[in-house]
């Protein structure tokens, strides 16, 4: 089973800059893709950011192009989502997830962090 952790939430003003960690350990082809998801309270849960282990890095959603950037280190087990320019429509509870398939939906992942909240304050 892979236990998947994250850290690096928090309060920010728009216009600021957070980064998210999260560690995976457990069986390795478990966690070969790491992802960002991002939920609000009501709504569905939605990709962020994948990372492949084999390097390849793909931006979910249109609205944080240019200012998300995820990057993973494979020696460290360990993914980053780098937020830039951050905007209170940003604001949500975000959650690492592991997988073996490199799909933006959250039902192709089986192992999940508890979240870090971020808040982004206008």
Known sequence: QVQVEESG???VQAGGSLRLSCT???????YSVMGWFRQIPGKKR???ALATRG???TICIASVKGRF?????NTKNTVYL?????EPEDTAMYYCAAGRIHNC??????SWGQGTQVTVSS
């Open 24 to 30: 995976a350990s457990g069986e390795s082809d478990d």
């Open 9 to 11: 939430g928090g309060l």
């Open 55 to 57: 390097g390849t890095d």
């Open 46 to 48: 939605e990709g962020v």
């Open 82 to 86: 780098q937020m830039n320019n951050l």
């Open 105 to 110: 939906g959250s039902s192709a992942f089986k």
């Open 69 to 73: 950037t995820i990057s993973r280190d």
